[in-house]
């Protein structure tokens, strides 16, 4: 017996909705600056990057910099 590409199981896809919306949800209040990115293949959500900067603040006194 032969499957074809679309035959694929059944998943719960509300259960699914929700795990990945709770990653981007949880990456987004640990950052304070940076990025998230959602990647969709075939129409569904596989993977979820996160892109955190570390910012410094500029110091008045250092050559170069306006005050």
């Known amino acids: 017996m032969s499957t074809k ?4 199981p059944k998943t719960d896809t509300a259960a699914l909705s929700a795990d990945w919306l709770e990653v981007v949800r ?7 600056f940076g990025s ?7 129409g569904r ?4 990057e996160s892109l955190e900067k570390t910012r410094f603040p500029a110091k008045s ?7």
């Open 5 to 8: 590409a679309n035959d694929r």
């Open 26 to 32: 949880k990456k987004v209040e640990d950052l304070r």
């Open 36 to 42: 998230v990115q959602i990647i969709v293949h075939e």
């Open 45 to 48: 959500v596989t993977q979820v």
């Open 61 to 67: 006194d250092e050559p170069g910099s306006a005050s």
